[in-house]
């Protein structure tokens, strides 16, 4: 019977233990992990939305969250088996008949044009843009740029360029386009930022230096069409759990899946900036500026580098053949 006494007690002290870790997480998520909450409760009837890479992740969050507003709402992605999938579910948790899939590869320019063609000669309306596909992934793309630079920021690029005339037609509207942090380890060497790497260190350069494109791209947007009554935001979704490194080697993906379900936020709460900068009311005066937790917040010294802005606004015109 002591025997069966110290087991049971054993049992009782590690049973407590247990919940006390998973006390602790729960506190640890929901003050340090979760981050803020969109809450407002603005409607989009009548409004049309386009959302890049919105099959999964934070850009099906974000899709989700826009159709229970009750926007029409396009999700662009490049696999067609799951984004038919998700724009199906999303009608069916939102109780919004209007979501739609459309094929767009952001790494073929040529996909990109015949999208744009697409959509302009089937959607009457555009009033909020979401850039949000990204991806890190070495190696060259169709038109032979660095495939993580191409997806992330030119392939968004030539879009917005594309979509512009349409977006400006349903002002007052917005173009979001999602970002991060790790924008501050960026650099833009114009000699080699658009070139191919192979490696995995490398090709996550190339993303931190794709994600400061982005905010560039939003500031001299905000610059260039100032008056028009479209405004731009850059976003900081924070640290989430999705399949960003599905191209990243098998020993990066295993431990990075593991130490982010647990230390990392999950789509929804990673989709709440990008929500709030699509429907808070009031935003206009902070066009140009980029967005951290429903909030706005200070980019690196080069992300505010206006001169810097406007030679990555050339050079992309030029890469893509874009007529200044």
């Known amino acids: 019977m002591e025997l069966v006494g110290e087991v049971l007690m054993g049992l009782g002290l590690t049973l407590l233990g247990l919940g006390l870790l998973v006390v602790l997480y729960t506190v640890v998520y929901r003050t340090c992990i979760k981050g803020k909450e969109c809450r407002n ?5 009548g409004k049309t939305v386009l959302l890049t890479g919105g099959n999964s992740g934070i850009g099906k969050a974000t899709a989700l969250d826009l159709a229970r507003r009750g926007a029409r709402v396009i999700v662009a992605s490049r696999n067609r088996k799951l984004g038919e999938s998700a724009a199906c579910e999303i009608r069916k ?25 697409d959509f302009l000669q089937s959607e009457a309306r555009l009033d909020i843009l979401i850039n949000n596909a990204a991806v ?3 190696g060259e793309s169709e ?5 993580t630079f191409q997806v992330n920021h030119l392939g968004h690029f030539l879009l917005t360029h594309l979509l512009l005339d349409r977006v400006k037609q349903c002002s007052p509207s917005r173009v979001v386009i999602v970002s991060s942090d790790v924008h501050r380890k960026g650099t833009i060497d114009f000699q080699k930022v658009h070139k191919p790497v192979e490696g995995y260190l490398k090709a996550f350069q190339s993303y931190c230096n794709s994600k400061l494109a982005n905010v560039l791209h939003v500031r001299e947007l905000a610059r260039r069409l100032r008056g028009t009554n479209v405004t731009f935001y850059a976003v900081h979704p924070g640290a989430v759990h999705t399949n960003a490194l599905r191209y990243s080697p098998l020993w990066v993906q295993y431990p990075y899946l593991g130490f982010t379900w647990l230390f990392f936020r999950d789509a ?6 990008s929500i709030y900068c699509a429907t808070e009311e009031g935003l206009e ?5 980029y967005f ?6 200070d980019t690196c010294p080069l992300g505010r580098d206006d001169a810097l802005a406007t030679k ?9 053949g874009i007529a200044p």
């Open 41 to 45: 409760k603005t409607s989009l009837r």
């Open 93 to 117: 948790e939102s109780g919004n008949n209007e979501v739609l899939y459309m094929s767009l590869d952001l790494g073929s320019l040529r996909s990109v044009r015949a999208f744009a063609e």
């Open 136 to 138: 890190i992934c070495e």
């Open 143 to 147: 038109d032979g740029f660095n495939v």
């Open 268 to 273: 929804h709460n990673g989709a709440q900036t």
């Open 285 to 289: 005066p902070l066009s140009g500026s």
């Open 292 to 297: 951290d937790n429903c909030r706005r917040d």
């Open 312 to 320: 990555l606004w050339e050079f992309s015109e030029r890469l893509l």
